[in-house]
């Protein structure tokens, strides 16, 4: 059975470490900061609530949980 140029493509691509190239490139920039993990019981309704409006943007709901409390942390 022939392989398609599909499957050839996908092939490479995983063959290939593109970590050189993009740093030569100076296309992209990794920026990394320090997280702690934390745990906090929220009622299943603000869940719900957090998971449809991340799902509107393609994040996940701890993503936004994260997003909001940035942005509303200094308010208080």
Do not use: C, H, N, W
């Not at 050839?8 to 920039?29: C, H, N, P, T, Y």
């Not at 920026?31 to 957090?50: M, Q, Y």
């Not at 393609?58 to 942390?73: A, D, P, S, W």
């Amino acid at each position: 059975m022939k392989k398609s140029s599909k499957d050839i493509q996908i092939a490479e691509f995983k063959k290939k470490d593109l970590g050189g190239d993009v740093r030569k490139s100076r296309s992209a920039m990794l920026v990394t900061t320090r997280s702690r993990p934390t745990s906090i019981l929220l009622p299943e309704a603000l869940v719900v609530k957090l998971r449809k409006k991340a799902d509107k943007r393609g994040i996940g709901y701890q993503t936004m949980l994260k997003i909001i409390l940035t942005e509303q942390v200094d308010q208080y």
